[in-house]
């Protein structure tokens, strides 16, 4: 595990294999530390007691929410800021405590200034999506607490309709909506928005079960797949020769 002192080789040149190495965040040993690497392992896993986990690890995770924000801190500011996967989860562990302590950590995300883009092709890979995500996940959070009553997540939602990012506004102005006094905000809020955003306030979320369904996915195909045929797969060259494939 390196440290955040440690030095990443330098990039190779030449025909040669080489594998990046990335700074990791040091969780700790301590019950706050392997509570929130429990979750983390649990957060995306699927089966059949994939829910049942989850619900014992984000119980365990909330029973001492103050030492795991720290954890969540320490690990977020130790972390390869390119870790983009690493990153968002654990914004979402911080989001998932539920507990008004996070509201800082999140809000800080929020106000960091999102980085100027720097992949060469943002449509295969954007550095300004990936950060996006990360701010939008963490104003959803805050909005969670304005909607329970928390003044201070009003507070921050309201200051981050002044951030120069649609996405940012978008879920902020969503979220101070979603409170018991959203119209009551609705006027402030369409004040600190541009003109040619203001659409903003007439969007609404929408469960999937209201969305028009497609009576038949099938109408648009080909015939010969409308007729139940399936394609027929590619020859690899071993089962061209009626040979079983290789094993490597």
Do not use: W
């Not at 507990?99 to 449509?123: Q, R, S």
């Not at 306030?201 to 797949?225: A, F, G, I, M």
Request: charged share 30%; proline share 8%.
């Amino acid at each position: 595990m390196l440290n955040r002192s440690d030095k990443l080789d330098a990039p190779g040149i030449g025909d040669k294999l080489s594998v990046e190495r990335r700074i990791q965040p040091r969780i700790s040993t301590s019950l706050a530390g392997v509570s929130l690497l429990n979750f983390l392992s649990v957060m995306y896993s699927t089966g059949d007691n994939a829910e049942e986990e989850y619900g014992r690890a984000l119980k365990e995770l909330s029973e001492r929410a103050d030492e795991v924000l720290v954890e969540i801190a320490q690990a977020s500011s130790e972390c390869d800021l390119r870790d983009y996967p690493l990153r968002l989860t654990l914004v979402q562990a911080a989001v998932a405590l539920r507990n008004p302590a996070a509201i800082p950590f999140l809000a800080n995300l929020v106000k960091t200034p999102i980085p100027a883009e720097e992949a060469p092709d943002p449509h295969s890979f954007s550095v300004v999506a990936e950060e996006t995500i990360l701010r939008t996940t963490a104003v959803e959070g805050i909005a969670e607490h304005a909607k329970n009553g928390d003044e201070r997540a009003v507070a921050y939602l309201m200051e981050f309709l002044y951030i120069p990012s649609f996405s940012i506004r978008r879920a902020a102005a969503q979220g101070l909506l979603a409170t018991k006094n959203g119209e009551e905000y609705r006027e402030k809020i369409r004040d600190l928005l541009p003109e040619d955003q203001r659409f903003i306030l007439d969007l609404r979320k929408t469960n999937v079960s209201e969305v028009p369904q497609v009576e038949d996915p099938t109408r648009h195909l080909k015939s010969r797949l409308e007729e139940g045929r399936s394609p027929v797969p590619p020859r690899l060259p071993d089962q061209a020769a009626n040979k079983p494939p290789k094993a490597y």
